[in-house]
């Protein structure tokens, strides 16, 4: 006998109602029910971070979180972050930095990215984007660009 | 006007920072039934029986009396003519189990997790057997020999013999997406749509057609975007089969995704050796005679790699230098672990890190500087290209083009210009237990003999690539891209490459050996070339003047210096439509080109790596304080991308010089099956990487001059940081093995070598 919740979550902007079996994680209900594919499953044990999704501007592991504990949340994921065509400027300096590969992992990074620069009032040194970073695994860039690019936006924004 | 060399921005990224790219596990089909496979909790014993759980649904459990007979995964690459087919996987175990991690059943389920439900109830009967963790004592599956010169009297007349004992440590590539396949069939013909195979989609699909008993043309292998390859993604592995032949079964698409867990256990580990290596100098350190007893752990079975990677590991050990005689022996072991195959720099990461570490060990024994030693044995530019006496991969060893000991002077000035030894001797003042480390390898990379591409300009004048290669992130469309952009004369934003879709381009070879570039640009570039031509004889007819009157400028076929007289290749690709008054009765429709390239050897690039580490001696921890990375590429078509190989090269190879091993108890468990267990660095790991692409030694083999990129960043890592704790503990002897963990850098401390 399955355990049904209907629960009703706001995805980028979008409100959705939705009936999900209470063990059905955050990232299958995202991915599988609603179709916000670009949140990745690397390791289902909240390692990897690549599930990463901002769950009420906190970043969290969407295959750490069930489905139904997101009910009456708002969830921000990477297709909640370009403004349509325009990508973000945490997007953009992905790309100048080279800041992705495979992309795999890219999601996980932008929303804990976004998370951490959304709370800097300065510019942080590099050994301390690197710490944070660390939340997160890169199997293919070696971190540089992730970490370039990330220390950019600071930069930018910090103006 | 030429978009080869320049930093464009990769054409993947667009959609993969939008979270639009198409992964596997992204695609869900109607009525689609989701597999799970059922491992094996026991490293070795006798199969009795595996049962469906009293209430699961009949069917719902496939085990191997439902297979067709006898169905193994068969070998891509066989060489040295040893017969392999004693050792070969079974899709599902029959009788045995022989490691942690052996499919023995699958189930099927309408959901996942109801198939995870059913396959943790299936009741799996084993009857235990010894294990055997240790590979000296494993089961010998081949044995062979490489060389060339005379060895023993080499050492016989040596005034320096200098041996050492080296071990390098089972780790592996460890993608970051899990494996994943979704086939879908067509209900009436049993035709098969298959999404997730990667890096050799022709091949795997010529494997599972002959498994199948069915024609190739029958299996459609779509093109995806995947989370990482590094050599152990996209072989053939026992779900290959599963997924394709359960969805002909069940007249249903078929769904499979493996966790974390299963892919630690599951996909080829790689890597462990243990070697007996020993040099022969004269009284002036110049190498006479080098030679290696290797044994190989390959795991439980052979699979698709067969024995490459011990055959690359002899064939790839004299690296860069002037060795006058080589003998290797290679025995390869069978063990209950997890079997091997290749993994970014197969066998080369291991020789370089056992090779590099000996002559350290020489040049202290001997009292010659560490670099002066190896520039005193690397060839020089004159002794290009050298011919060795030994095969591998079915090609002769011609190590082509360089300057050697020229990039190594130039690495050596880099890291003294970035003040990699200054910052060792304050270290050292202030009382660190600092260290730097240099190795010198050789890479090798374009192995074909074969790729096929096809170029195909449209109607609005958007060109298509059809290439061999896949994407697996190291940016190839790109790449591709800028290729068919210089030799189109277009813009490359008007290139769409699609590589690895079996019915676009049925002949490709696929992503691996670092050959992507090489030989997929080649081909790439030659199909680009034939559509250049067949546009300027049709602009010649639309223009009623001579081909050698046309020139093509920014994506226009026009008269030279009559500005203004000009077709678009858009206009072209129109005039070659069926019904064009353009086009011959004799000639194919449509402005396109199918070329293909082929090359006899390998193209082989080289490195140099500086790493400076510093050791907690109260711990055991390395930090690794700064690399460098020389690495000669011939040509960079995108230097960017280039550099991005590298640095991602560096960050595996310091996870598998100090980090990442699969360990095994003596039973045969793994103590490796989470990401708390398997170490992969992270950015705190890891230190900012300087990296020197150099382009001085073009290519001769093919029509770009490009040497392959992605494994340079790795091949050394071992290496040169094995080197950097040992000049930092102010040892004689070796570090002796890989990784080095903090428990084993504290056992060199108290041992005091």
Same mark, same amino acid.
């Given at each position: 006998?399955?355990?049904?919740?209907?629960?009703?979550?706001?995805?980028? $902007?979008?409100?959705?109602?939705?009936?999900?079996?209470?063990?059905?994680?955050?990232?299958?209900?995202?991915?599988?029910?609603?179709?916000?594919?670009?949140?990745?499953?690397?390791?289902?044990?909240?390692?990897? $971070?690549?599930?990463?999704?901002?769950?009420?501007?906190?970043?969290?592991?969407?295959?750490?979180?069930?489905?139904?504990?997101?009910?009456?949340?708002?969830?921000?994921?990477?297709? $909640?972050?370009?403004?349509?065509?325009?990508?973000?400027?945490?997007?953009?300096?992905?790309?100048?930095?080279?800041?992705?590969?495979?992309?795999?992992?890219?999601?996980?990074?932008?929303?804990?990215?976004?998370?951490?620069?959304?709370?800097?009032?300065?510019?942080?040194?590099?050994?301390?984007?690197?710490?944070?970073?660390?939340?997160?695994?890169?199997?293919?860039?070696?971190?540089?660009?992730?970490?370039?690019?990330?220390?950019?936006?600071?930069?930018?924004?910090?103006? | 006007?030429?978009?080869?060399?320049?930093?464009?921005?990769?054409?993947?990224?667009?959609?993969?920072?939008?979270?639009?790219?198409?992964?596997?596990?992204?695609?869900?089909?109607?009525?689609?039934?989701?597999?799970?496979?059922?491992?094996?909790?026991?490293?070795?014993?006798?199969?009795?029986?595996?049962?469906?759980?009293?209430?699961?649904?009949?069917?719902?459990?496939?085990?191997?009396?439902?297979?067709?007979?006898?169905?193994?995964?068969?070998?891509?690459?066989?060489?040295?003519?040893?017969?392999?087919?004693?050792?070969?996987?079974?899709?599902?175990?029959?009788?045995?189990?022989?490691? +942690?991690?052996?499919?023995?059943?699958?189930?099927?389920?309408?959901?996942?997790?109801? *198939?995870?439900?059913?396959?943790?109830? +299936?009741?799996?009967?084993?009857?235990?057997?010894?294990?055997?963790?240790?590979?000296?004592?494993?089961?010998?599956?081949?044995?062979?020999?490489?060389?060339?010169?005379?060895?023993?009297?080499?050492?016989?007349?040596?005034?320096?013999?200098?041996?050492?004992?080296?071990?390098?440590?089972?780790?592996?590539?460890?993608?970051?997406?899990?494996?994943?396949?979704?086939?879908?069939?067509?209900?009436?013909?049993?035709?098969?749509?298959?999404?997730?195979?990667?890096?050799?989609?022709?091949?795997?699909?010529?494997?599972?057609?002959?498994?199948?008993?069915?024609?190739?043309?029958?299996?459609?292998?779509?093109?995806?975007?995947?989370?990482?390859?590094?050599?152990?993604?996209?072989?053939?592995?026992?779900?290959?089969?599963?997924?394709?032949?359960?969805?002909?079964?069940?007249?249903?698409?078929?769904?499979?995704?493996?966790?974390?867990?299963?892919?630690?256990?599951?996909?080829?580990?790689?890597?462990?050796?243990?070697?007996?290596?020993?040099?022969?100098?004269?009284?002036?350190?110049?190498?006479?005679?080098?030679?290696?007893?290797?044994?190989?752990?390959?795991?439980?079975?052979?699979?698709?790699?067969?024995?490459?990677?011990?055959?690359?590991?002899?064939?790839?050990?004299?690296?860069?230098?002037?060795?006058?005689?080589?003998?290797?022996?290679?025995?390869?072991?069978?063990?209950?672990?997890?079997?091997?195959?290749?993994?970014?720099?197969?066998?080369?990461?291991?020789?370089?890190?056992?090779?590099?570490?000996?002559?350290?060990?020489?040049?202290?024994?001997?009292?010659?500087?560490?670099?002066?030693?190896?520039?005193?044995?690397?060839?020089?530019?004159?002794?290009?290209?050298?011919?060795?006496?030994?095969?591998?991969?079915?090609?002769?060893?011609?190590?082509?083009?360089?300057?050697?000991?020229?990039?190594?002077?130039?690495? +050596?000035?880099?890291?003294?210009?970035?003040?990699?030894?200054?910052?060792?001797?304050?270290?050292? *003042?202030?009382?660190?237990?600092?260290?730097?480390?240099?190795?010198?390898?050789?890479?090798?990379?374009?192995?074909?003999?074969?790729?096929?591409?096809?170029?195909?300009?449209?109607?609005?004048?958007?060109?298509?690539?059809?290439?061999?290669?896949?994407?697996?992130?190291?940016?190839?469309?790109?790449?591709?891209?800028?290729?068919?952009?210089?030799?189109?004369?277009?813009?490359? *934003?008007?290139?769409?490459?699609?590589?690895?879709?079996?019915?676009?381009?049925?002949?490709?070879?696929?992503?691996?050996?670092?050959?992507?570039?090489?030989?997929?640009?080649?081909?790439?570039?030659?199909?680009?070339?034939?559509?250049?031509?067949?546009?300027?004889?049709?602009?010649?007819?639309?223009?009623?003047?001579?081909?050698?009157?046309?020139?093509?400028?920014?994506?226009?076929?026009?008269?030279?210096?009559?500005?203004?007289?000009?077709?678009?290749?858009?206009?072209? *690709?129109?005039?070659?439509?069926?019904?064009?008054?353009?086009?011959?009765?004799?000639?194919?429709?449509?402005?396109?080109?199918?070329?293909?390239?082929?090359?006899?050897?390998?193209?082989?690039?080289?490195?140099?790596?500086?790493?400076?580490?510093?050791?907690?001696?109260?711990?055991?921890?390395?930090?690794?304080?700064?690399?460098?990375?020389?690495?000669?590429?011939?040509?960079?078509?995108?230097?960017?991308?280039?550099?991005?190989?590298?640095?991602?090269?560096?960050?595996?190879?310091?996870?598998?010089?100090?980090?990442?091993?699969?360990?095994?108890?003596?039973?045969?468990?793994?103590?490796?099956?989470?990401?708390?267990?398997?170490?992969?660095?992270?950015?705190?790991?890891?230190?900012?990487?300087?990296?020197?692409?150099?382009?001085?030694?073009?290519?001769?083999?093919?029509?770009?001059?490009?040497?392959?990129?992605?494994?340079?960043?790795?091949?050394?890592?071992?290496?040169?940081?094995?080197?950097?704790?040992?000049?930092?503990?102010?040892?004689?002897?070796?570090?002796?093995?890989?990784?080095?963990?903090?428990?084993?850098?504290?056992?060199?401390?108290?041992?005091?070598?």
């Amino acid at each position: 006998m399955k355990d049904i919740h209907l629960i009703a979550l706001t995805v980028n $902007g979008t409100e959705h109602e939705i009936v999900v079996e209470s063990r059905r994680t955050l990232a299958d209900v995202l991915r599988h029910d609603l179709g916000y594919t670009g949140t990745h499953v690397g390791c289902e044990h909240g390692i990897c $971070g690549a599930c990463t999704v901002l769950l009420d501007g906190q970043p969290v592991r969407a295959c750490l979180i069930f489905g139904v504990q997101a009910d009456g949340c708002e969830v921000r994921t990477v297709e $909640g972050l370009a403004d349509g065509d325009e990508l973000s400027d945490l997007q953009k300096a992905f790309s100048r930095c080279h800041g992705l590969q495979c992309g795999f992992c890219t999601p996980g990074f932008l929303m804990l990215a976004e998370a951490y620069l959304s709370e800097q009032d300065g510019v942080p040194d590099e050994s301390e984007v690197r710490e944070v970073m660390a939340a997160n695994l890169c199997r293919c860039t070696g971190y540089q660009g992730i970490v370039d690019a990330v220390r950019q936006v600071a930069e930018e924004r910090a103006g | 006007m030429t978009a080869i060399g320049e930093r464009l921005p990769r054409k993947e990224d667009s959609r993969l920072l939008r979270g639009l790219g198409r992964f596997c596990d992204d695609q869900d089909r109607a009525g689609q039934v989701w597999m799970r496979v059922v491992r094996s909790p026991i490293a070795h014993g006798r199969l009795v029986s595996v049962r469906k759980p009293g209430n699961a649904a009949s069917g719902s459990v496939v085990t191997a009396e439902d297979l067709p007979p006898g169905v193994r995964i068969p070998v891509r690459l066989n060489v040295q003519g040893i017969d392999l087919t004693d050792h070969l996987q079974p899709v599902l175990a029959a009788g045995e189990v022989r490691y +942690v991690g052996e499919p023995v059943a699958v189930v099927i389920a309408d959901d996942p997790y109801e *198939a995870e439900d059913i396959a943790e109830r +299936v009741e799996v009967e084993i009857d235990e057997l010894p294990v055997t963790v240790d590979t000296a004592a494993g089961t010998l599956a081949a044995e062979f020999e490489l060389g060339y010169g005379d060895v023993a009297s080499a050492f016989a007349q040596a005034a320096h013999v200098v041996g050492i004992e080296f071990d390098i440590g089972r780790h592996s590539a460890v993608p970051l997406e899990p494996r994943a396949l979704l086939a879908d069939v067509d209900p009436a013909t049993g035709a098969l749509q298959i999404f997730g195979m990667t890096k050799v989609p022709v091949f795997n699909r010529d494997v599972l057609a002959g498994m199948l008993g069915i024609d190739e043309h029958l299996i459609h292998v779509h093109a995806m975007d995947t989370g990482g390859g590094f050599g152990v993604r996209g072989e053939f592995y026992p779900e290959d089969f599963l997924v394709g032949w359960l969805a002909r079964k069940l007249r249903r698409p078929v769904k499979w995704v493996e966790d974390r867990a299963e892919h630690l256990v599951a996909v080829n580990h790689s890597r462990q050796q243990h070697h007996v290596i020993s040099a022969a100098f004269d009284e002036n350190g110049t190498l006479l005679g080098l030679k290696d007893d290797v044994l190989h752990d390959n795991g439980a079975y052979a699979r698709t790699h067969g024995i490459i990677v011990p055959e690359l590991t002899l064939a790839m050990l004299p690296g860069p230098y002037r060795v006058p005689a080589f003998h290797g022996r290679i025995r390869v072991m069978l063990t209950n672990k997890t079997p091997c195959g290749t993994y970014r720099a197969p066998g080369r990461f291991e020789g370089t890190s056992v090779r590099e570490q000996l002559f350290d060990v020489a040049a202290d024994r001997m009292g010659v500087d560490r670099v002066e030693l190896r520039r005193r044995n690397l060839l020089t530019a004159d002794e290009l290209p050298h011919t060795r006496a030994m095969s591998t991969l079915g090609t002769d060893v011609v190590l082509d083009s360089g300057d050697y000991v020229g990039l190594l002077d130039k690495a +050596v000035v880099e890291a003294d210009r970035l003040g990699y030894q200054s910052q060792l001797e304050s270290l050292r *003042a202030r009382g660190h237990t600092a260290g730097l480390g240099v190795a010198v390898f050789l890479e090798k990379s374009g192995l074909g003999p074969q790729e096929t591409a096809d170029v195909v300009v449209g109607t609005s004048g958007e060109v298509r690539v059809h290439s061999g290669g896949t994407s697996l992130g190291q940016g190839i469309e790109t790449v591709l891209a800028q290729v068919t952009a210089d030799a189109l004369t277009v813009d490359p *934003a008007v290139v769409t490459v699609v590589n690895g879709d079996t019915v676009l381009q049925p002949f490709g070879g696929g992503s691996w050996a670092s050959r992507s570039t090489v030989v997929g640009g080649s081909a790439v570039h030659k199909a680009a070339l034939a559509v250049r031509e067949r546009a300027i004889q049709l602009a010649a007819r639309m223009l009623e003047v001579s081909e050698d009157d046309l020139d093509v400028t920014a994506g226009a076929i026009g008269v030279k210096g009559a500005p203004g007289t000009s077709v678009s290749y858009a206009e072209v *690709a129109k005039a070659a439509r069926p019904g064009s008054p353009h086009l011959r009765d004799d000639e194919p429709a449509g402005l396109s080109a199918r070329r293909r390239f082929e090359v006899e050897h390998m193209t082989y690039p080289y490195g140099v790596h500086f790493a400076l580490v510093d050791v907690d001696t109260g711990t055991g921890h390395v930090k690794v304080l700064r690399y460098l990375v020389a690495y000669e590429v011939g040509r960079a078509i995108n230097p960017t991308l280039v550099e991005g190989q590298l640095l991602g090269g560096v960050a595996q190879g310091v996870g598998g010089a100090l980090l990442e091993e699969f360990r095994y108890d003596d039973a045969g468990q793994p103590q490796a099956v989470t990401f708390m267990d398997y170490r992969m660095p992270t950015a705190a790991e890891l230190p900012h990487v300087d990296i020197l692409v150099a382009q001085d030694a073009p290519a001769p083999g093919n029509p770009l001059g490009v040497k392959g990129a992605g494994e340079g960043g790795v091949t050394a890592a071992g290496a040169s940081i094995a080197g950097a704790i040992r000049d930092a503990l102010s040892l004689t002897g070796p570090v002796g093995r890989l990784p080095m963990t903090a428990e084993r850098v504290r056992g060199l401390i108290e041992e005091g070598t």
